[in-house]
């Protein structure tokens, strides 16, 4: 069965500080990994990781695969309350790419 | 672009009611799939499809029917519906799977939020 993990399930920092999170992955057909931003509605888009090592970056938020040792990390620098959301990680699987999901990390940035 | 919609936007249905809720993308994304997503459990996949005419099943298919007549809709049929079934349901689309490249990436609609009684 396929397993995404995701940790930690909870975390509150304060504006300014620097977190990362983590996402596990045991999948068969491995094809990519997603990270995505969940608000209060919508999963929205971050990243999409194919490659072991190589470093995806957008602003202050960046995301890296080892495919060796199965795991991705989203580092999220200068937090800001804006930050604050569920982060889902996801692993793409098979012909059909077919997501599976971690349960999510919940932030909270406060001030 | 519209993007992905769904509708309606909260529904509340009684026991053993069917109902279906609709899911639409403008973007000509030939994959498209329905998941669920409930507290502490993450979203996860009831159906698929890869394209018009071909749909498949996910992880939670039981209770839920689906069909893909043309490229823009894919609609989720409640059968009987179940309390079980109260949750919150996305409809994601792409352009293509199964490439392991950007144009897998899903994109997901607003939602509907479900509840039966």
């Known amino acids: 069965e396929d397993k995404v993990v995701q940790s930690p399930l909870s975390l509150v920092v304060h504006e300014g500080d620097t977190v990362t999170l983590n996402c596990s992955y045991e999948?068969?057909?491995?094809?990519?990994l997603l990270w995505y931003k969940q608000e209060k509605k919508a999963p929205t888009f971050l990243f999409m990781l194919?490659?072991?090592?190589i470093e995806k970056k957008s602003g202050r938020l960046s995301s890296i695969l080892d495919k060796k040792e199965l795991f991705s990390i989203l580092n999220i620098t200068a937090t800001q309350t804006g930050d604050s959301a569920i982060y889902l990680c996801?692993?793409?699987?098979?012909?059909?790419?077919?997501?599976?999901f971690g349960t999510g990390t919940r932030l909270q940035v406060t001030l | 672009n519209a993007g992905v919609t769904q509708t309606p936007k909260f529904q509340v249905l009684k026991t053993g009611q069917s109902m279906t809720l609709q899911c639409a993308q403008d973007?000509?994304?030939?994959?498209m799939s329905w998941y669920r997503q409930d507290p502490g459990m993450g979203l996860r996949l009831i159906h698929y499809?890869?394209?018009?005419?071909?749909?498949d099943q996910g992880e939670v298919p039981n209770g839920y029917n689906v069909s893909r007549s043309t490229t823009e809709d894919f609609p989720l049929r409640l059968l009987s519906a179940a309390p079980s079934q109260t949750s919150v349901y996305f409809c994601?689309?792409?352009?293509?799977?199964?490439?392991?490249?950007?144009?897998?990436?899903?994109?997901f609609g607003p939602g509907t939020r479900l509840t039966v009684l």
């Open positions: 996801a692993s793409s699987t098979g012909t059909a790419s077919k997501l599976t």
């Open positions: 999948v068969t057909n491995f094809r990519s």
């Open positions: 194919t490659s072991s090592g």
């Open positions: 973007m000509n994304h030939e994959y």
């Open positions: 499809s890869v394209g018009a005419g071909i749909t």
């Open positions: 994601a689309s792409s352009y293509s799977s199964g490439s392991g490249g950007p144009r897998d990436t899903q994109y």
